[in-house]
């Protein structure tokens, strides 16, 4: 049996390439920043929240996609490198209303009902027991606040086959086993995912992307927002 591949050196590999991978001039990453785009239309200049929170924000690559207002915007993730790039990226007119701190998106030091507005793009396919971390981030918003989510339409056919033209070759040059850390951190399939979001909670507004079409296999993305009463 082969050893077990070395999580740190992953992760360091990772958090040197992520940008690249998933952001560069590749048709795949021009899919990617459409989901972040996708999911701000809801929030136009118009629009403003006081406290606004980020769970697993990496390297801040959705920050730039926000169009609303707000008082404070706090970026939090588990990896120190790639919060590291985050601090190095931020422009230097956000930094007075920016912050980026370590957080543990499974059970957040936040208090209850102290945030306006959660966002969490392409990071609850990687939590365990999902259904307990959407509590939990409900927990801190306020009412009326809402939480803004983005997920991979993995595994249904249309994320297959983007798989297949997507990062996994320029991955695999960066020393990454593209489909082996896939598999260990997508563990929650898009399908169980709806399901949660859709039990939990009545004012859940979805949306589908590329096709619209409500269905796992026709689309890249599903992102909704929940507005907590």
């Not at 972040?36 to 929240?49: C, I, K, S, T």
């Amino acid at each position: 049996m082969q050893a077990e591949p070395d999580i740190d050196v992953y992760n360091a590999r990772l958090a040197a390439a992520y940008d690249s991978l998933n952001y560069g001039r590749s048709l795949s990453a021009y899919f990617m920043r459409r989901g972040h785009v996708v999911l701000e239309q809801a929030f136009g200049p118009d629009r403003h929240f006081g406290k606004v929170v980020e769970v697993g924000a990496g390297a801040g690559e959705h920050l730039s996609f926000v169009r609303h207002g707000f008082d404070e915007y706090l970026m939090t993730d588990w990896n120190d490198i790639r919060l590291q790039r985050a601090r190095d990226a931020l422009p230097a007119e956000l930094r007075s209303k920016v912050s980026i701190g370590r957080e543990d998106a499974t059970k957040l030091s936040l208090p209850d009902g102290s945030v306006d507005r959660l966002i969490a793009t392409h990071i609850l396919e990687h939590l365990y027991r999902p259904h307990d971390v959407l509590r939990e981030w409900h927990r801190v918003l306020k009412r009326g606040g809402v939480m803004s989510i983005l997920l991979p339409c993995d595994p249904g056919l249309l994320w297959r086959f983007g798989r297949l033209l997507g990062p996994r070759a320029s991955a695999e040059k960066a020393g990454i086993e593209y489909d082996y850390w896939m598999a260990r951190e997508h563990v929650n399939p898009i399908g169980n995912l709806v399901v949660f979001l859709r039990y939990y909670f009545e004012d859940l507004q979805e949306t589908w992307y590329p096709t619209r079409l409500p269905s796992t296999d026709f689309n890249l993305f599903y992102m909704c927002h929940v507005t907590k009463r």
